[in-house]
């Protein structure tokens, strides 16, 4: 067969369809529902894959978040002092305590509430904090318990309008006491722990402890081992020491928590990966339904057809050529299905959008659900179209 | 002596049922030259329709030689009959047979483009030839049965068959009408010197031919037997 007749016989494969328009259209809908689905789940897995990426973007897979269990957390010794016995383990790198707690913060013309986190100089290094203005403040500041504060970047935009060095100097009243501002932070997004960074009041430590939070806060401390590989053994040896010097036997119950970053960003993506399997599937089902609903009317097309199917073949239309032209058909319905169904998706795609909802197009959505598509028509469309081929030209003419 | 267009040699054809053989030609022996213009006729049941069925290559014989030309035919798979169909047969049907969804034009057109050289010029001048020049993009329900048995005719020329099998192609006409297309088919022989086949129960018909086939119980007959 040439291409020119393969052309042909398409063009007649195409004539047949437009014959029956509305049946045609109804006969698609459900490769469009399902290319629409597919394309659309997998945009949503991958926003939500990103949102989880941002969301544990400042952590790294070396981090050990240490904060008291949920239960019973208020009798828990885990405090400050723990940070001297940790840095003495050789694979710890880092280890940053965060005191946090959610205050009023004022200035002369406006009132929020908001994160203030007493931390460690190192908090600037360790959750890669830039600044736009001023510096973060040093250990001569914890030394001495300095009232300096650095804004996180929505903190100065709700409190000043701008975000803009011009209010390093300035005072703002954490709680009941004045702090100057030393600092303005730059937009960071996500979380580092418990702190939203850009929502977030920084302090030094000793500052925050003393002036503003006191027992009232809620403490935990970052540690970062020096490599993902001594991860474990880090834990293990965290235990051990916060197991010592909080003086719980064996057997006794820990009045700590010890949380792996890496594995619960790992767990989190798994568990979002899930979630997209899952949509994919249906989507998957969807297309599965619409190739049988294409495999059911192409053999109503077949049988009403069967007379013409029977003249054709008598003035010497060959078994391929019927077979051709009827698997044409089915490929038709499943290319426009699969147009008309990645139109839609596109159109969904950029509503979700203005609904701020995280969805991201991912570009290979349209190959993989154009792939699945034609698998899935090709393979409903072969059974009634060789149904077609087959029959016996006698028969079939003398088919009324 | 002219050439032989359908040559029949011994042929057989039996139905099985449960194992049990039907035959229903008992070894039909007869040939038609070139030129000639043949009716075949024989009361239901004769074997009529199986004969034709396998002179029109839409059927195998169970035994004997079936020749179109020096080509012989009763040996071809599916395929191969389709090609014969297609290029040395010209189909005539009592009830038309057109494709009720394209136009007499693509009606007439659709075998050259089964035989891979779609031409729609030769399709025009055949449909003028029968005298529905201005019929052109009708689709058949748009056309009277005797304008549709035109087409039918334009279509069976297409190709340039060999010869042209015309089954009771006046059988669904009014007598005025059905005059009219077997005017038209004698037209064929006399003026283009077509070889034809007819099947017709009318014996007035089958006088105009030059030769009548008697078939009576699968096997060819004389005339006084019928």
Do not use: C
């Amino acid at each position: 067969m040439t291409s020119n007749f393969l052309l042909k016989l398409l063009g007649l494969s195409w004539k047949s369809l437009q014959a029956n328009a509305f049946r045609s259209f109804l006969t698609t809908l459900g490769i469009m529902i399902g290319t629409t689905t597919i394309i659309i789940v997998v945009a949503l897995g991958e926003g939500a894959k990103r949102d989880i990426e941002a969301q544990y973007s400042n952590m790294s897979v070396t981090t050990i978040l240490v904060n008291a269990p949920a239960t019973g957390g208020e009798a828990s010794k885990l405090s400050v002092d723990d940070i001297p016995p940790v840095k003495t383990i050789a694979t710890v790198a880092d280890a940053v305590p965060m005191l946090t707690g959610k205050v009023n913060v004022s200035t002369n013309d406006a009132t929020t509430n908001f994160s203030v986190v007493g931390t460690y100089p190192e908090f600037m290094r360790v959750a890669n904090l830039t600044l736009v203005g001023g510096e973060f403040f040093n250990q001569e500041d914890e030394d001495n318990h300095t009232k300096v504060a650095v804004l996180g970047a929505t903190v100065a935009e709700e409190l000043y309008g701008i975000r803009d060095p011009k209010v390093i100097g300035e005072m703002v009243t954490l709680g009941k006491k004045e702090f100057e501002i030393i600092g303005v932070a730059d937009y960071k997004g996500g979380a580092f722990g418990p702190v939203t960074i850009d929502e977030s009041v920084f302090t030094p430590y000793s500052s925050s402890y003393r002036y503003v939070l006191g027992k009232n806060g809620k403490f935990s401390f970052n540690v970062n081992a020096t490599s993902v590989e001594v991860l474990p053994a880090t834990m293990d040896d965290l235990t051990q020491v916060l197991r010592e010097s909080h003086n719980i036997g064996p057997g006794g119950t820990e009045d700590f928590r010890l949380r792996d970053m890496g594995a619960t960003v790992a767990s989190a993506q798994s568990s979002s990966q899930t979630m997209a399997l899952l949509l994919g599937s249906v989507g998957f089902i969807v297309l599965l339904v619409g190739g049988i609903g294409i495999m059911n009317i192409m053999y109503v097309t077949v049988s009403e057809r069967t007379k013409e199917i029977g003249i054709r073949k008598a003035i010497g239309a060959k078994d391929v050529y019927i077979l051709t032209q009827f698997l044409f058909e089915a490929f038709i319905l499943t290319l426009v299905g699969f147009f008309v169904g990645a139109v839609i998706a596109v159109g969904i795609y950029y509503l979700l959008l203005s609904f701020d909802l995280k969805i991201i197009f991912v570009w290979w959505s349209i190959p993989l659900s154009f792939i699945i598509t034609f698998t899935v028509g090709m393979f409903f469309g072969y059974a009634p179209a060789k149904k077609a081929a087959s029959l016996d030209p006698i028969d079939a003419l003398r088919y009324e | 002596m002219a050439t032989l267009i359908i040559s029949l040699e011994k042929i057989t054809k039996s139905y099985y049922i449960k194992e049990e053989e039907f035959p229903v030609l008992k070894g039909i022996n007869f040939d038609i030259k070139k030129g000639e213009f043949v009716a075949l006729m024989g009361p239901s049941g004769s074997g009529k329709s199986t004969l034709l069925n396998i002179i029109g290559a839409l059927d195998k014989p169970t035994g004997g030689n079936y020749h179109i030309q020096s080509k012989l035919v009763s040996d071809l798979s599916s395929d191969e009959l389709a090609d014969i169909r297609n290029r040395y047969i010209g189909f005539i049907f009592q009830n038309f047979n057109l494709i009720p969804t394209i136009s007499a034009l693509e009606n007439v057109a659709l075998p050259s483009f089964y035989a891979g050289a779609l031409d729609y010029d030769r399709a025009k001048e055949l449909l003028t030839m029968v005298g529905l020049a201005d019929r052109l993009n009708n689709r058949p329900n748009e056309l009277s049965g005797g304008q549709r048995q035109r087409v039918s005719i334009a279509r069976s020329l297409i190709n340039s068959p060999e010869f042209i099998l015309a089954d009771e192609p006046t059988g669904n006409l009014d007598s005025k009408t059905g005059k009219e297309i077997m005017d038209l088919i004698l037209s064929l022989k006399k003026k283009y010197g077509k070889t034809i086949l007819m099947v017709t129960h009318d014996p007035h018909l089958a006088q105009i031919t030059d030769r009548i086939i008697y078939l009576k119980d699968g096997k060819i007959t004389d005339k006084k037997s019928i």
